[in-house]
């Protein structure tokens, strides 16, 4: 077994090696990593790179009370009543054409009333 050299030294791609008591197998390893930001580190990191804040860009980009962008609840809200809304129309649609199928059922099923008057008997 050989030392490790003080200088970086570069390996084999096929050469299996110990290091101390670890055992290093060659292989192709597929690892799946997702790494979630911290936001609180990146906000650090943006601190550190573009310590100057420009106040007056930050200012136009902020509503005022007359020109507030619209919440999602308002917008939730609006879709809510625009879902009842055409729920009521099409029941009443559907109301509509079973009362007119009724009717037009019951008049098919009454028996014309004939008018005595206009009829001769035979003999």
Known sequence: M?????QT????ETQEFNINDHFNKVGEYRINHHEEIDPTFATRINWILQPKIHMDELQKNVPTKNER???????NFIFIWIM???VILILMVCGGVICIWIVLKKKRLQPTQMNLENIEILE
């Open 2 to 6: 050989k030392a490790c050299p003080n």
């Open 69 to 75: 962008s619209p919440n999602v609840e308002d917008i």
């Open 84 to 86: 009842i809304l055409i």
């Open 9 to 12: 030294f570069l390996l084999p």
